[in-house]
């Protein structure tokens, strides 16, 4: 289903076209009172009319009788008066006026009633239906007297003005959608630069800002605060770091003169070095690649390396770590298999990309028993993004804890038996946020043999968006 372009869905179309709708109500309504104003003034003072000449013409009857109406209907309709008559007798025939008969409409409770006739115009055009307002009323004996007017040119004026309501509310109604239209569009434009600038601060340029158009409005104060937040940040982030990488190059290298002298003393101690000696060395290793990664992951989350992304189609490099993890899962008695699709296109930097995947199958090793199964896709999801994903027949994760397991140095295992600091999977995170990836954790599809759940661990690449070639 195609979805409705963005400014259409924003919170200010949706209150101009609720202000819009309530404005067309109130002109309709505003629009009603001046139909009610005009034509029904018009229908009120013809039945005003109607009623004087019934009471003048049942005068003539208190007068003289029904001689004295008949002979009032008479006069009456042959002087070309502007109403309609008609006077039956007691059997309902047509005693005088110029009505041929009864119409067949019900009157209201007041005895009024309209009703349609056929007025002889000209020659040229024959006779034509107009539309008249009666009144009837009851004479001694069952005599009926019916007075009429011709109302069809205030019957136009109506239909006039009841069309220019509907056409009034309607044109308020275009004109307020598409008012709300340009200011949304406005608007949502101002708001994507934003949300924009917030995205890039995700993924770790902390060196962006967000536009101004210096008109001292809402969104232009939003932009300056939030710049302001920014460069506090920027600032904060800063210190940070430059704390956190000097401690890390202080401690690194008398680390690694240690491990130098320690390198000399291995040497020197020929083939038989001393297990305290290659222990300790091992140590040493292992806290420099703490360090590294520490620094390394530091380095992501400023976004240094975002200058040297590439297209690259990620097939090739899937393959070959595939290859490095396939003989040493076998060896260890471990199923491992991939799924590779070719032809995807990714914006990334391979060496990052590398170690992400690395890292995932490397965790995904560690903690799968013998007789597991590990599986590597690479694949296009229904929604068009490249996912890379790693699953496995391991213990799993309980849901609650897998915000915790991204975390610098979090390990679930307490007893931290088995080799790793906790850095693997934070350092995935930040490689999957520098490239506006999704890192998604959930159940894997479980062990044949009952041993786990089994765990999933995808990085969700966004579309790439191609240029359109003019």
Same mark, same amino acid.
């Given at each position: 289903?195609?979805?409705l372009?963005?400014?259409?869905?924003?919170?200010?179309?949706? @209150?101009?076209l609720?202000?819009?709708f309530?404005?067309?109500?109130s002109?309709?309504?505003?629009?009603?009172?001046?139909?009610?104003?005009?034509?029904g003034?018009?229908?009120r003072?013809?039945?005003?009319?109607l009623?004087?000449?019934?009471?003048?013409?049942t005068?003539?009857?208190?007068?003289?009788g029904?001689?004295?109406?008949?002979?009032?209907?008479?006069?009456r309709s042959a =002087?070309?008066?502007?109403?309609l008559?008609? &006077?039956?007798?007691a059997?309902?025939e047509?005693?005088?006026?110029?009505?041929n008969?009864?119409?067949s409409?019900a009157?209201?409770?007041?005895?009024?009633?309209?009703?349609?006739?056929?007025l002889?115009?000209?020659?040229?055009?024959?006779? %034509?239906e107009?539309?008249?307002?009666a009144?009837l009323?009851?004479?001694?004996n069952?005599?009926l007297?019916?007075v009429?007017a011709d109302i069809?040119?205030q019957?136009?004026?109506?239909?006039?003005?009841?069309?220019?309501?509907?056409?009034?509310?309607?044109?308020i109604?275009v004109?307020?959608?598409l008012?709300?239209?340009?200011?949304?569009?406005? &608007?949502?434009?101002?708001?994507?630069?934003l949300?924009?600038v917030?995205?890039?601060?995700?993924?770790g340029?902390?060196k962006? +800002?967000a536009? +101004?158009?210096n008109t001292?409005?809402e969104?232009d104060?939003?932009?300056?605060?939030?710049?302001?937040? #920014?460069?506090?940040?920027?600032?904060l982030?800063? =210190?940070?770091?430059?704390?956190?990488?000097s401690? =890390?190059?202080? #401690? +690194?290298?008398?680390?690694?003169?240690?491990?130098?002298?320690?390198?000399?003393?291995?040497?020197e101690?020929?083939d038989n070095?001393?297990e305290?000696?290659?222990?300790?060395?091992n140590d040493?290793?292992?806290?420099?690649?703490?360090?590294n990664?520490?620094?390394?992951?530091?380095?992501?989350?400023?976004?240094?390396?975002?200058?040297?992304?590439?297209?690259?189609?990620?097939?090739l490099? %899937?393959?070959?770590?595939?290859d490095l993890?396939?003989?040493?899962?076998?060896?260890?008695g471990?199923?491992?298999?991939?799924?590779?699709?070719s032809?995807?296109?990714?914006?990334?930097?391979?060496?990052l990309?590398a170690?992400? @995947?690395?890292?995932?199958?490397d965790?995904?090793?560690?903690?799968t028993?013998?007789?597991?199964?590990?599986v590597?896709?690479?694949?296009?999801? +229904?929604a068009?993004?490249?996912e890379i994903? %790693?699953?496995?027949?391991?213990?799993g994760?309980?849901?609650?804890?897998?915000?915790?397991?991204?975390?610098?140095? %979090?390990?679930?295992?307490s007893?931290?038996?088995?080799q790793?600091?906790?850095?693997?999977l934070?350092?995935?995170?930040?490689?999957?946020e520098i490239?506006?990836?999704e890192?998604?954790?959930?159940?894997?599809?479980?062990s044949? $043999?009952?041993?786990g759940?089994?765990l999933r661990?995808?990085? $969700?690449?966004p579309?790439?968006?191609?240029?359109?070639?003019?």
């Amino acid at each position: 289903m195609k979805q409705l372009p963005a400014f259409y869905r924003t919170t200010t179309f949706r @209150i101009t076209l609720f202000v819009a709708f309530l404005f067309a109500i109130s002109t309709f309504v505003l629009l009603l009172f001046v139909y009610q104003s005009t034509a029904g003034a018009l229908s009120r003072q013809t039945e005003n009319l109607l009623a004087q000449e019934i009471d003048s013409l049942t005068v003539l009857y208190r007068l003289n009788g029904i001689n004295g109406v008949n002979r009032g209907v008479v006069e009456r309709s042959a =002087a070309r008066s502007p109403y309609l008559y008609l &006077f039956t007798g007691a059997s309902g025939e047509r005693v005088s006026g110029n009505l041929n008969g009864l119409p067949s409409n019900a009157a209201d409770k007041f005895g009024f009633f309209g009703f349609t006739y056929r007025l002889e115009e000209n020659f040229d055009d024959g006779a %034509v239906e107009h539309r008249a307002r009666a009144k009837l009323v009851k004479l001694p004996n069952n005599y009926l007297l019916l007075v009429a007017a011709d109302i069809e040119d205030q019957a136009q004026i109506a239909g006039q003005i009841l069309k220019a309501m509907w056409i009034g509310a309607g044109l308020i109604l275009v004109l307020g959608l598409l008012s709300g239209a340009l200011i949304s569009r406005r &608007f949502a434009a101002r708001i994507e630069a934003l949300n924009a600038v917030a995205r890039d601060v995700i993924a770790g340029d902390l060196k962006r +800002r967000a536009p +101004r158009n210096n008109t001292n409005d809402e969104l232009d104060e939003l932009s300056l605060n939030l710049n302001q937040m #920014l460069s506090r940040i920027e600032s904060l982030m800063a =210190a940070s770091m430059y704390a956190g990488n000097s401690i =890390a190059h202080d #401690l +690194r290298s008398p680390l690694t003169r240690m491990r130098a002298r320690l390198e000399q003393s291995i040497r020197e101690q020929g083939d038989n070095p001393s297990e305290l000696s290659l222990a300790t060395m091992n140590d040493v290793d292992e806290l420099l690649v703490i360090f590294n990664s520490i620094q390394r992951i530091s380095r992501l989350e400023s976004g240094e390396q975002r200058s040297v992304f590439q297209m690259i189609d990620p097939a090739l490099l %899937v393959e070959d770590i595939a290859d490095l993890y396939g003989p040493l899962c076998e060896e260890e008695g471990r199923n491992f298999s991939h799924e590779v699709q070719s032809g995807l296109q990714i914006k990334a930097d391979q060496g990052l990309l590398a170690q992400a @995947i690395s890292n995932l199958v490397d965790n995904a090793v560690k903690y799968t028993d013998t007789d597991g199964g590990i599986v590597l896709r690479l694949r296009k999801t +229904r929604a068009g993004n490249v996912e890379i994903s %790693v699953t496995d027949t391991g213990p799993g994760v309980p849901k609650e804890q897998r915000e915790e397991i991204i975390k610098r140095f %979090v390990r679930l295992e307490s007893s931290r038996s088995k080799q790793g600091s906790g850095l693997g999977l934070s350092l995935v995170k930040a490689i999957a946020e520098i490239h506006s990836a999704e890192l998604v954790i959930e159940d894997g599809p479980g062990s044949n $043999i009952g041993q786990g759940k089994g765990l999933r661990v995808a990085i $969700i690449f966004p579309k790439v968006k191609r240029k359109n070639n003019k």
